[in-house]
């Protein structure tokens, strides 16, 4: 089963805050099964062994997590919020979209 949830405009403003504190030139693999930027930054939350298992879920002991269309595309860099296999993305980049996400966000 998998659990599914929006994102509210205070889970982009905290992923915001935290990608202010990544090196703007450091660089993340959104396609890595433990060290995307979406693993890495619910690691720095608290969750426990987190892992992606493929571009729309994420995989959290037994439970499986659908990630939020919002999240997908300041992750991915994709307005779709589909992932481009095989590319190297940066922090600043990221947050760069995470800003204007949170700038667009309605609710």
């Given at each position: 089963?998998a659990y599914m949830?929006?994102?509210?405009?205070?889970d982009?403003?905290?992923?915001?805050?935290?990608l202010?504190?990544?090196?703007?030139?450091?660089?993340y693999?959104p396609?890595s099964s433990?060290?995307?930027?979406?693993?890495?930054?619910?690691k720095?939350?608290?969750?426990e062994?987190p892992?992606f298992?493929?571009?729309?879920?994420?995989?959290v002991?037994?439970?499986?997590?659908?990630?939020?269309?919002s999240?997908?595309?300041?992750?991915y860099?994709?307005k779709?919020?589909?992932i481009?296999?095989g590319?190297q993305?940066?922090y600043?980049?990221?947050?760069r979209?995470?800003?204007?996400e949170l700038?667009?966000?309605?609710?």
């Open positions: 089963m949830k929006e994102a509210t405009k205070a982009v403003a905290d992923l915001v805050n935290w202010a504190t990544k090196d703007t030139n450091g660089t693999d396609d433990y060290n995307c930027m979406i693993c890495q930054y619910l720095d939350r608290g969750v062994f892992s298992t493929g571009s729309m879920t994420v995989r002991k037994d439970n499986y997590y659908v990630v939020p269309l999240i997908r595309k300041i992750a860099g994709t779709s919020g589909n481009n296999w590319i993305l940066t600043g980049e990221a947050h979209r995470a800003l204007k700038q667009n966000f309605k609710g």
